[in-house]
């Protein structure tokens, strides 16, 4: 009997990026079998079954009624393969190893999708991220399941195919339907509930901590009493958070796409993650046997929240210092590494001691100075030099908190916030990183960008003899340079150094 190979192409995630997969299919004289090779994972093998039932369904004569040895084969085949998407392409190569669908051109076309036993296509994980991939690679179609069409339409340089079931794929190559492309559509996009400023009575020094953190991106950490309203303060920084532009709002969708949390399109506002204390640190980092971004990636270009922060579990958050410093997670493997971008806001709160209410005017602390000591022990002097901003927040007198708000609070800072950014971005964009915050600066940057006058030199000079460790020292200057940005001030007054130096507590 003549020999028949087909090959299409298919698509591998490797952390948030992708790798393009060929999908081979070989059928030969022998007793009836059907392999997949190529280092294929167990959900890869059982796509077996799923392709007999799906082709049998849709009218063509399935493998398991064939007695030839066909064997599939997904190169390169070094590389470990995971998932349910390729069923579409081991369906597709092995009807053209059969001639059972008429010959078409397979390099400029790339297929996703997980088959239902009555045919149907099922959406997968991190099509955007494929599609961006194939784009590059010079294809110039990505058929997959509808669900996920409008996301890898957001891909320019590539037609995004929406398929809905075998029988639609096979008429479609043959000619017998017409292509319909999938443009991008805005769906809009329901995020977490947004509290305004303006529902939050005094706090007037928290709320100014919130526009400098959030206008550069600095970590803060908000300690006081329970019910004095620092759980509401992150979730304001939220709100006062401008949109995503296109470039991180893409970068943020890959994320989200890979764990499998698309559901609209583009995500344009800023994520905002809260974990529970209990977390572990896989998921708070990423990783796994098969790895996938963790709550830090996914809070990429927004906030990661955690709240009551000495309850976290010491070696779960000492996890964090690296990726805190680098922007990024690093799983690795033995066959290499893999990286998750994490360049997120860390917005955490705590209590003063175990019972809440040490410093508090309205209530006695009930706490010995051994168990406060020991509680506040539990953040790490590294880590607490990582955040820039802390900020003690008091309780407010009713008067204040029983007045009634006015209008929004957070409409217009977020403007001020956004035209910060902007300085920022202009500032950075001759080094070709638009997106860069001066949280991000390098001893280098700050070196060449943070410019003091006379009385801020000499106030540095009086209030850095001795006290602080170098990373505290460049992390008050980059906070400086964004209060000075929030002021559209170029060169740093000694007030906004001495605001800076407002928000470390004692001894950080």
């Known amino acids: 009997m003549e020999k028949k190979v087909a090959r299409v192409y298919s698509g591998e995630l490797e952390g948030v990026d992708a790798k ?8 030969n004289v022998g007793l009836h079998a059907f392999n997949i090779v190529g280092l294929a994972d167990r959900s890869l093998n059982e796509a077996r079954e799923r392709v007999n ?12 009624r064939e007695n030839r040895k066909i064997t599939i084969n997904l190169a390169p085949a070094d590389m470990h393969k995971t998932g349910s998407h390729y069923d579409l392409g081991i369906a597709l190569s092995y009807l053209l190893a059969t001639k059972q669908i008429a010959p078409f051109t397979t390099r400029d076309k790339l297929f996703l999708g997980e088959l239902a036993l009555d045919g149907r296509l099922r ?45 639609d794929m096979i008429a479609i190559l043959e000619k017998k339907k017409s292509v319909d492309e999938k443009i991008y559509t805005d769906r809009g996009e329901e995020g977490a509930e947004i509290v305004d400023l303006s ?16 206008a550069a991106g600095h970590n803060m950490l908000l300690i006081g009493p329970p019910g004095v309203g620092k759980s509401m303060l992150a979730r304001a920084m939220a709100g006062i958070l401008p949109p995503l532009s296109l470039e991180e709002a893409i970068e943020v969708t890959k994320i989200w796409s890979v764990a499998g949390l698309v559901e609209n399109g583009l995500i344009k506002l800023p994520p905002f993650r809260a974990p529970h204390h209990t977390i572990s640190g896989m998921a708070l980092i990423g990783g796994g046997s098969e790895p996938r971004p963790g709550e830090i990636s996914l809070a990429h270009r927004g906030i990661l929240f955690l709240d009551e922060l000495p309850e976290f579990q010491r070696n779960t958050l000492e996890m964090l210092r690296q990726p805190i410093e680098a922007g990024e997670s690093r799983v690795s493997r033995v066959k290499g590494h893999i990286l998750f971008p994490a360049r997120f806001t860390l917005v955490a709160a705590m209590n003063p001691c175990p019972c809440g209410y040490y410093g508090d005017a309205s209530r006695e602390c009930t706490c010995s100075a051994y168990e406060i000591m020991r509680y506040q022990k ?14 003690k927040v008091g309780r407010v007198e009713m008067g204040e908190w029983t007045m009634e708000g006015g209008g929004s609070q957070s409409d217009g800072l977020r403007a001020k916030i956004k035209a910060a950014k902007q300085i920022q971005y202009k500032r950075f964009s001759e080094n070709k990183t638009p997106t860069k915050t001066n949280a991000e600066m390098n001893t280098r940057e700050i070196r060449k960008f943070v410019r003091l006058d006379k009385k801020a030199e000499s106030f540095l000079g009086v209030m850095v003899k001795g006290s602080l460790s170098p990373r505290t020292y460049h992390r008050i200057l980059k906070m400086a340079r964004t209060i000075a940005d929030l002021e559209s001030a170029d060169i740093i007054s000694a007030e906004h150094l001495a605001e800076a130096f407002t928000y470390r507590v004692k001894g950080s």
Do not use: C
């Not at 939050?200 to 928290?206: L, V, W």
């Open 20 to 27: 393009i997969i060929e999908i081979e299919a070989d059928v």
């Open 53 to 64: 039932s799906a082709l049998k369904n849709s009218g063509v004569k399935p493998p398991n």
């Open 123 to 167: 959406p997968v994980n991190g099509a955007l991220s494929i599609a961006e991939r194939a784009a590059h690679e010079g294809f110039s179609f990505i058929f997959l399941p509808t669900q996920n069409a409008n996301e890898a339409a957001v891909i320019k340089n590539i037609h995004s195919i929406p398929v809905e079931t075998m029988g």
């Open 199 to 214: 529902e939050i009575h005094g706090q007037e020094n928290a709320k100014r901590a919130l526009a400098i953190a959030a």
């Open 378 to 391: 539990r953040i790490s002097g590294p880590l607490l030099d990582r955040i820039d901003i802390q900020v």
